[in-house]
């Protein structure tokens, strides 16, 4: 069993930046491509980022040239920094760690109001 857990959001004005941290128990983090979602009120959790076992990345078009994912593997956490936050950023994140297809771990999420 694996346990994730986030970093605190917060309360950040439109154009500011924050960076979220989200720590893995265990040995097999390494491993395994690990993701960042979120959740706005009334809508779908959707996929922000992805970052592979080798460090490769991936973000939605929303985020693309704004937020930032990586991961060190030495201290079993993956990180999301956003820049340039928007209202629309304003949502629940939620770290994952993928083993395959839907299996997988969670974080309880972390919310992140932008907002002035």
């Known amino acids: 069993q694996v346990q994730l857990v986030e970093s605190e959001g917060g309360l950040v004005q439109p154009g500011g930046s924050l960076r979220l941290s989200c720590t893995a128990s265990?040995?097999?983090?390494?491993?395994?491509?690990m993701h960042w979602y979120r959740q706005a009120p009334g809508k779908q959790r959707e996929l922000v980022a992805t970052?592979?076992?080798?460090?490769?990345?991936s973000y939605a078009d929303s985020v693309k040239g704004r937020f930032t994912i990586s991961r060190d593997n030495a201290k079993n956490t993956v990180y999301l920094q956003m820049n340039s936050l928007k209202p629309e950023d304003t949502a629940v994140y939620y770290c994952r760690l993928t083993l395959s297809g839907a299996r997988g771990y969670w974080g309880k999420g972390t919310l992140v109001t932008v907002s002035s």
């Open positions: 970052i592979t076992s080798g460090g490769g990345t």
């Open positions: 265990g040995s097999i983090f390494r491993l395994y491509p």
